[in-house]
C-alpha cells in the first residue's frame, strides 16, 4: 500500500475538482432584516441531459484514519453536493482524470462547516465522515441514465493526517 498524507481543504487546491461550500469572507449581501449572511451561489450545480436536482440524505458510518482506499468513483452525468449536517471533520478523496480512469488521488479534511460540490465527472472517494453523526445532505443529478462509475485501485493507498 502507499501512504497519502490528508491536507486541509481550501477553495484554491480543491478547485479542479470542484466548489468548497462554506462561509467564508464577507456574505454577498444581508437578509433577513440584516440578521443573516447569505453566501449566494457557491456551487456550479450541473444536472447534465435530461437531468434535475434532488436533494437526498445519507447517513453513512463513521470511519476512521489511516483510512484504507481501494476504490473510487464518479458520476459522468452530473455534479454532486455533500452538506455534512454535523458539525465534525470529514475526509474527502478525489483524483485527477487520466483518459477515463482515476489518476494522481488527493485527500483534503474537511473542517466542520465545510461542505463540497464535485464537478461532472469527478472522481471520488466513497462519503467519509471521521465521527458520529455521518449524516449530510446530497444535492445530486436524478433522471434514467447511468450516473456511476467504480474504479478499483490496483495498489490501494493508506489515508493519514
Known sequence: MTDLNAIPLTAAAFAPFGDVLDVSGDPDKLINQGLCGRYHDRARLDLGPNGRAG???FNAEPRSLPF???MVERHPEGSQAFLPMHQNPWLVIVAEDAGDAPGQVQAFLAAPGQGINLHRGTWHGVLTPLAEPGLFAVVDRIGDS???QEHWLGTPLTITA
Do not use: G, K, T
Request: hydrophobic share 55%; no cysteine; glycine share 0%.
Open 146 to 148: 447511468a450516473n456511476l
Open 68 to 70: 484504507r482506499l481501494d
Open 55 to 57: 436533494i437526498s440524505l
